[in-house]
């Protein structure tokens, strides 16, 4: 062949049509779409192939070019022992520290005493509303020249507790204070204030498109309500084991995302952190738990995930302990420093499956979207108990799935270990906990699937 001609030029391009044709001979007689063609909750159907004549780009796809950053998750209850956990996790291969603060007792100085500040990042997560104590983070920062980010979500306090901080007015009044508060130091970056907890959807069993609706309903009320739009923006998002969809999924996030933020006459990115889900986690033959977290972390990565914080393969079961955080962050430094999944941008770019699921979830999320806002937005149709209706009815179809056995969890409902004993490991309480109480809206509630089955082993173990 010439050198001056094509590779596989005198080869005659095959059209999704001829391979149709020739699937439909193989098959013998039999229906295509009923042998082939499969359906996924979200109502996508999925075909046995793609084609690039098939594939219709409605959306610019947008991923990140920048590798994605190692995170820790810290609890701090002891500010010197969390100080020196972070300290140890940046040296073990951590690159950025997530710590969730419980009061505002706790010293941002002690805390943060002798940690790196050059190449390490750090977040904070505060699960209560003051302005005093978001400054004091955002002085120290200027201070010291942190790159950090204060996480605050009032609407996910609502969506996860049932009630606000304090109350719609009070709550979006103090966060346009710290939203607007300019440290005293001039020439220092300011950090993002705002996230978006968008893990409770997706931990309480809701659909891809719902997870996506509910996400970009979300931000818009942040949009709508807050006086100045702080940059960046945080999602937390959790991933499931639906490896190719949470690929897409990730990526219609973005896209949508870039869509709303242009709509409003912003042109910044949302900074995107993804997590394993807890939903399809188990207490019994845990160490499964390890291979789901991988692959959810790699559809984290592959997706565009800015940031991933592994969950520990006995995090529901054991207290924070150095050995599991060691694995999840180490499976982590295993994709990334020798699967170098941080050296090619955009892996997904071109994979026409992954981009027909990319264009199908974010149009039906724009769909649904568009409805929620057309009812009154996010916070009304919380309030009026529809959003926690929807995903409680996508749950429960997920749940039926998997008490018949047509959705598996090795090690629970296919092939369990029948002499597996928990019951004297168990350090924290693995199931949905009630708390009766009043609450203005019902909280949307977490739940994992295998509960059910675990608890009725649990009972009869001897």
Not at 48 to 57: A, C, G, K, R, V
Not at 164 to 175: A, I, P, Q, V
Not at 285 to 299: F, I, P, W
Not at 360 to 384: C, D, R, V, W, Y
């Amino acid at each position: 062949m010439s050198t001056n001609n094509p590779l596989f030029s005198e080869f005659e391009n095959v059209s999704s049509q001829k391979w149709k044709q020739q699937i439909q001979y193989e098959l013998k007689g039999a229906d295509y779409n009923d042998t082939l063609v499969w359906e996924s909750p979200e109502g996508i159907k999925v075909k046995p192939f793609y084609h690039n004549d098939e594939l219709e780009t409605k959306f610019q796809s947008i991923t990140p070019k920048n590798a994605f950053a190692i995170v820790q998750n810290i609890f701090v209850h002891d500010v010197k022992l969390s100080n020196l956990r972070a300290l140890d996790t940046l040296n073990r291969g951590a690159e950025s520290i997530r710590f969730t603060i419980e009061n505002e007792s706790i010293s941002i100085e002690d805390l943060m005493q002798n940690l790196p500040t050059e190449k390490a990042t750090y977040s904070f997560n505060l699960p209560f509303l003051s302005v005093d104590y978001a400054t004091k983070i955002e002085d120290y920062a200027a201070k010291n020249k942190v790159n950090c980010t204060i996480l605050l979500d009032p609407i996910g306090q609502l969506t996860k507790d049932g009630n606000w901080f304090e109350s719609l007015d009070k709550d979006f009044e103090k966060l346009n204070t710290i939203v607007n508060y300019s440290p005293p130091l001039e020439g220092c970056p300011k950090g993002g204030v705002v996230s978006i907890n968008a893990s409770t959807y997706q931990n309480a069993g809701a659909t891809m498109v719902q997870q996506l609706a509910y996400t970009l309903a979300h931000v818009n009320e942040y949009f709508n309500r807050l006086t100045s739009i702080p940059q960046p923006i945080t999602i937390e998002v959790s991933v499931g084991t639906n490896y190719f969809f949470e690929i897409a999924k990730l990526r219609a996030l973005r896209t949508l995302f870039a869509i709303l933020a242009k709509e409003y006459d912003h042109n910044f990115d949302c900074i995107i952190v993804a997590t394993p889900t807890k939903r399809n986690k188990t207490i019994y033959d845990y160490n499964v738990n390890m291979l789901r977290t991988t692959t959810e972390c790699m559809s984290a990565i592959l997706g565009g995930a800015n940031a991933v914080a592994n969950l520990p393969y006995d995090a529901l079961y054991h207290k924070d302990n150095e050995f599991g955080d060691r694995i999840a962050r180490n499976q982590l430094l295993v994709l990334k420093h020798e699967s170098f999944f941080d050296k090619v941008n955009n892996p997904a770019d071109g994979a026409y499956y992954i981009e027909s699921l990319t264009e199908q979830l974010a149009e039906k999320a724009l769909t649904l979207f568009k409805e929620i806002e057309a009812n009154g937005g996010f916070i009304t149709q919380l309030i009026e108990g529809n959003i926690q209706r929807k995903i409680s009815e996508s749950a429960q179809k997920e749940q039926d799935l998997m008490d018949s056995g047509k959705e598996v969890l090795l090690g629970t409902n296919k092939y369990p270990n029948k002499n597996d004993r928990m019951k004297n490991d168990l350090e924290l309480y693995p199931f949905l906990k009630q708390n009766p109480r009043k609450t203005l809206i019902t909280p949307i509630i977490e739940k994992r699937l295998a509960e059910k089955i675990e608890q009725e082993r649990l009972s009869q173990e001897q």
